[in-house]
């Protein structure tokens, strides 16, 4: 397979380029994306719009790469998470969330992911890679193909790995989920942990989508010791940086704050939250934390509700955020990228 072509991993212009260095008329090309990423075909075998000859004829030299299916598991509140098996053997998983009237994909960027956050489980094994564009694409292809006839609404980028470390592959993906599976901007929700440098550049790259920034405290020094990028980008330059940040009428950004109990989790943090956001067309989305250590622990009910109370009582939009998935390890903070039972590879 691998001196032979990826059509997947083809822009629209190397498609046209690929068909065109055939000699094949250019509607071919056309032909091949509407297969690809319309009708799903995981194979060339598969484009019966083409002759079996020039199946076998292309077959030679390309092919359709397609994430393995590892593993498919279902939540007791209809959640679902997908492993899949890259070529390589690494893994990645996606989230699945059906809602009232959507249906959103959490999807990975990287396997594992080199920011180092404490109270995270993707990023205790460290970076292992960046997904190139079509593995990040085809997160979505393969649940559209296996979901059939529905289809994923939404796409929030926040499952494994930190997307702005990956930057032009995602801003590839973003395009193409965009041009060629349809999404449109407004259902895309990128989320990231604070890379000031490129919040500055994705508009440029990718406008209009929507960004969610995991901000988790309210001091630096709280925030130095929970998330390692703040000793780098510090709150205060996180925040110009959304300030900075194009918003369409009636679009605000999104703050993340996953509540961890005596560390984050305070009335007084709460007031600051309010100070640090004045000015920032934005809502606050409360993760109570999905513990998986004895050191960091969830808050009660009562300091969440008392901690919301007092963004509400300023006038804010905060929401509770459960985390779906939890008995198979599906929510914020639980990807690995294995199996249940242990860090065996597939294949
Ligand atoms: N790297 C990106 C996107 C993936 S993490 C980022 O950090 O934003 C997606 C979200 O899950 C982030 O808001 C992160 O703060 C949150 N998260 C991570 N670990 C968590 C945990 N143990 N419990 C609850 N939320 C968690
Ligand atoms: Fe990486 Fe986001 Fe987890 Fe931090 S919270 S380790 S940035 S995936």
Known sequence: ????????????????????????????ADQLLNWIYERHA?????????????????????????????????SSDGTEKFLFGLED???VESVLIPEK?????????????AMGCSFCL?????????????????????????IKPKKITNIVLMGM???????????DALKRIISFIGISKRKITLSTAGLVPKILELPKMAPDINLAISLNATTDTVRDRLMPVNRKYPIRSLLDACRRYPLKPRRMLTVEYVLISGI?????????????????????????????????????????????????????????????????????GQLRGRHAGGPEKNR
């Open 1 to 28: 397979m691998s001196n032979r072509t990826n059509l997947k991993s083809l822009s629209r212009d190397k498609i046209f380029d690929f068909i065109e260095a055939q000699g094949l008329p250019k509607y071919r």
């Open 42 to 74: 995981a194979s060339l075998e598969e484009v019966t719009e083409f002759s079996k000859d020039l199946r076998t004829r292309l077959g030679e030299i390309a092919y359709i790469g397609n994430l393995a299916v590892v593993n498919r598991q279902r």
């Open 89 to 91: 053997r690494e893994t």
């Open 101 to 113: 009237d959507r249906l959103t994909l959490c999807i990975s960027s990287q396997v594992g992911c």
């Open 122 to 146: 993707t990023g205790k094994s460290g970076l292992i890679r960046n997904l190139r564009a079509w593995e990040i694409l085809d997160q979505i292809l393969s649940v559209n193909r296996l």
């Open 161 to 171: 790995g930190e997307p702005l470390a990956n930057f032009e592959e995602v801003v």
């Open 264 to 332: 984050n989790d305070s009335v007084e943090d709460a007031r600051r939250l309010v100070r640090l956001l004045k000015g920032i067309r934005c809502k606050v989305n409360l993760i109570p934390l999905n513990s998986h250590e004895e050191s960091l622990q969830r808050p009660s009910d009562v300091s969440v509700l008392a901690f919301q109370k007092v963004l509400t009582d300023n006038d804010m939009t905060a929401l509770i955020r459960e985390s779906k998935g939890q008995d198979i390890l599906a929510a914020c």
